[in-house]
């Protein structure tokens, strides 16, 4: 929830303990249950700190869409101008809707440069919406870079 204010970010469920770091891990569920919370930290100090700054919008309209366990996989167009670029291994976006308060953080998949338009894949996490946010096929939102 990108609307949410806070030094931590909103979880869903139970807030996960901080553990200490070890040099060592048994397995991969002890070393996930350790980093995971400290990354989630990180990446919502930099959301956090996206907020301060004015946020480049370009338009988004979705062309296609699919699902994939809890993710939605989105293909759409959008305005983007020659100088900006959006990177698939680490970009994350925020998606506005046009008209209304509704928007999504979502993750670039896609940034392919055609002749007239630019195509931009997305993938979202489902989990913490109970209804679909209304990201439907010929709906126009509003894109900003929230970090890289």
């Keep these: 929830n990108y609307d949410h204010d806070g030094d931590e970010p909103p979880y869903i469920g139970e807030k996960p303990k901080l553990l200490p770091l070890k040099l060592q891990y048994e397995n991969y569920g002890e070393y996930q249950r350790c980093l995971e919370p400290l990354l989630m930290l990180e990446c919502w100090a930099q959301i956090v700190k996206s907020k301060e700054e004015a946020l480049e919008v370009r338009q988004y309209k979705i062309v296609g869409r699919s699902f994939v366990d809890d993710w939605l996989d989105l293909d759409g167009t959008s305005d983007v101008k020659q100088e900006w670029r959006l990177s698939p291994e680490t970009d994350i976006v925020l998606l506005r809707h046009a008209t209304e308060r509704r928007c999504i953080m979502a993750k670039v998949t896609i940034y392919k440069r055609t002749a007239d338009t630019v195509q931009i894949g ?16 010929g709906s126009v939102w509003r894109l900003s870079l929230v970090f890289r």
């Excluded at 913490?128 to 946010?133: E, G, V």
Aim: charged content about 20%.
């Design 122 to 137: 997305l993938r979202c996490s489902m989990k913490a919406f109970p209804t679909d946010p209304g990201l439907s096929i």
